[in-house]
């Protein structure tokens, strides 16, 4: 299969592409599109055949459900058995948005989107492109990200290419996203609103708006035995090749040991800030921004982890990435890549 790139010019759009790549969905095909969380794979939701091409394109175990995209509140109602009024709050504050909500699905919901799931994780982006998409699409467009399944997720058209070259007919190229990690997942069917994937929107604006909520458990438990209750949160993800190590403690100390560490690699990788790049002596040393702009440490995370898979590094040193608002969700993603292995100098001297 041949896959054609449309760059779509965000002042002037040609509706004509998005006729395209609505006449594919409708027919059961992929269409890969942006989001302003990351780049997703399009399939029409509510068509069974159409969903299992994704998870065959992903190479996606199909036990991991996909999230149903949405671009008008009334159609929300339609997919799942009753909206809540958690639900309603929500949407009214955070949607069009990076927020994902979890409900009891209806019938028309196949469990080939769901992963055999009684509930369906519903979002509705706020990205002009991917609403238009999903609109030409008939309303309801299933997409995990457009990465292959264990790969960091794709924050660009050109990350889509490298997965989904010769697998999916079309990719609508929007430029770079504008976040650079996946949606928050709020889960509405428990007794108390729960967090099962940390995100832009943060525990305390979900709190804001709902009071009560809560970390799903097997987030941030150390014990290993607490399973997260996202699917997709058990798999080990955005693993680069090599094997990467997050360095925790006084900055001072963190450098002298990734120098030190370094210094032994023969293609050492070293991921730092703007405040510490002149202090690294060794290998590729990639810059994730500053760290008082947790905005751009997010938008550069997975960009950086793909960069390394094409430098050929034989190791990885990160420092840590610890901040108030989109820290959680930053570290949650750089600890899945790193296999949840880190360092902690504060003792050594
Ligand atoms: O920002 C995003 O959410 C992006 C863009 C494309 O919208 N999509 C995305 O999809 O990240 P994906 O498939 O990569 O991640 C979806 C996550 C998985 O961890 C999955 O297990 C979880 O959502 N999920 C989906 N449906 C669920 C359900 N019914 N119950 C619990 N977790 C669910
Ligand atoms: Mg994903």
């Known amino acids: 299969m041949v896959t054609e790139v449309i760059k779509i010019d965000r002042d002037h759009p040609d509706m004509s592409a998005f006729e395209k790549a609505g006449r594919i969905l409708k027919e059961g095909g992929l269409v890969a599109f942006p989001t302003e969380t990351v780049y997703g794979l399009g399939a029409d939701a509510l068509d069974e055949e159409a969903s299992r091409k994704i998870y065959e394109a992903k190479g996606r175990p199909s036990d991991n459900p996909l999230i149903v995209h949405i671009a008008r509140m009334e159609d929300l109602e339609k997919i799942v058995k009753k909206v809540p009024e958690e639900a309603v709050k929500l949407a009214q504050r955070y949607w069009p948005g990076p927020m994902t909500l979890i409900m009891e699905k209806s019938e028309c919901v196949p469990y080939g989107t769901t992963g055999g799931l009684d509930t369906v994780a519903v979002r509705m982006p706020s990205d002009p492109v991917a609403r238009e998409l999903i609109l030409q699409g008939g309303g309801y467009v299933a997409a995990p990200s457009a990465n292959t399944s264990g790969r960091p997720s794709p ?53 804001e708006v709902l009071g009560e909520v809560q970390m799903d458990k097997g987030l941030i438990s150390s014990d290993s035995s607490v399973r997260p209750k996202a699917p997709g949160m058990k798999y080990r993800h955005y693993a680069p090749k090599a094997d990467l190590k997050i360095v925790e403690g006084p900055m001072e100390k963190v450098i002298a040991y990734i120098n030190e560490k370094a210094s032994e690699k023969e293609r050492p990788g070293i991921i730092c800030t703007e405040e510490t790049r002149s202090r690294y002596l060794y290998g590729d040393v990639k810059c994730i921004g500053s760290r008082t702009d947790e905005n751009a440490i997010a938008s550069h995370l997975f960009a950086i982890l793909r960069e390394f898979d ?14 108030p608002g989109l820290g959680q969700a930053i570290m949650n993603r750089l600890l899945k890549a790193a296999g949840h292995q880190r360092v902690d100098v504060s003792q050594k001297v």
């Open 310 to 323: 094409e430098d050929g590094v034989d190791a990885i040193y990160s420092e840590s990435f610890e901040s």
């Open 155 to 207: 924050t660009t058209a050109r990350h889509v290419y490298e997965d989904m070259e010769g697998k999916i007919p079309l990719i609508l190229d929007g430029g770079p996203v504008e976040i650079g990690l996946e949606s928050t997942i709020v889960d509405l069917t428990e007794r108390i609103p729960t967090i099962l994937r940390p995100g832009y929107i943060t525990l305390e604006m979900v709190r």
